[in-house]
């Protein structure tokens, strides 16, 4: 349903920007493939692996401690009857405040996760867009569309734009290891 509203969005924004060209007017078409661009994109790549390293532990780290939580709410159900009023209150209480700061914990690290990813994501975006308007201007192009139902090859400029991201990506490898 998304999409169908892009689509309908672009086109009466591709007719509208049409429309106001006079007749005689050419207009020079190129369109990228925006989702190829970022999954095969090796900025998208090492955003990937970044946010893996920054969360990777933190989230075993938090699983450890929910099994552990969990396996002594068993062992609390298994041994309440065995143990004295005071020790269950107790008991009861402690679990209940693992419990409450176990969630509190999820969802800081989920809008840490977020957080981090919106960041990751819109700094990638922008050297994506970069790279589409050199390519772009250098090809004369005066619109470029995405993820268009069909456009010929002559116009899709997405393996261009991915060779720049690369060698981008590797020109920045070996300055980040000086």
């Given at each position: 349903?998304?999409?169908?509203?892009?689509?309908?969005?672009?086109?009466?924004?591709?007719?509208?920007?049409?429309?106001?060209?006079?007749?005689?007017?050419?207009?020079?078409?190129?369109?990228?493939?925006?989702?190829?661009?970022?999954?095969?994109?090796?900025?998208?790549?090492?955003?990937?692996?970044?946010?893996?390293?920054?969360?990777?532990?933190r989230q075993k780290e938090m699983e450890e401690q929910g099994k552990k939580l969990a396996a002594d709410i068993e062992k609390f159900k298994k041994e309440a009857d065995l143990i004295s009023a005071d020790e269950r209150a107790?008991?009861?209480?402690?679990?209940?405040?693992?419990?409450?700061?176990?969630?509190?914990?999820?969802?800081?690290?989920?809008?840490?996760?977020?957080?981090?990813?919106?960041?990751?994501?819109?700094?990638?975006?922008?050297?994506?867009?970069?790279?589409?308007?050199?390519?772009?201007?250098?090809?004369?192009?005066?619109?470029?569309?995405?993820?268009?139902?069909?456009?010929?090859?002559?116009?899709?400029?997405?393996?261009?734009?991915?060779?720049?991201?690369?060698?981008?990506?590797?020109?920045?490898?070996?300055?980040?290891?000086?």
């Amino acid at each position: 349903m998304r999409n169908l509203i892009k689509l309908s969005a672009l086109a009466a924004g591709l007719g509208a920007a049409l429309w106001t060209i006079p007749a005689s007017a050419e207009v020079k078409i190129g369109s990228i493939r925006a989702a190829e661009v970022v999954r095969e994109s090796p900025l998208y790549k090492s955003a990937e692996e970044k946010m893996r390293g920054e969360f990777e532990k933190r989230q075993k780290e938090m699983e450890e401690q929910g099994k552990k939580l969990a396996a002594d709410i068993e062992k609390f159900k298994k041994e309440a009857d065995l143990i004295s009023a005071d020790e269950r209150a107790k008991r009861e209480k402690d679990l209940t405040t693992r419990r409450i700061d176990m969630g509190a914990a999820e969802r800081k690290f989920r809008d840490d996760f977020a957080s981090r990813d919106r960041e990751l994501t819109q700094d990638l975006m922008s050297k994506v867009k970069d790279v589409i308007q050199q390519v772009a201007t250098e090809k004369g192009l005066e619109l470029i569309v995405q993820d268009p139902v069909y456009a010929a090859p002559g116009i899709d400029i997405t393996a261009e734009v991915l060779k720049r991201l690369s060698a981008q990506s590797a020109a920045a490898a070996p300055a980040k290891k000086k």
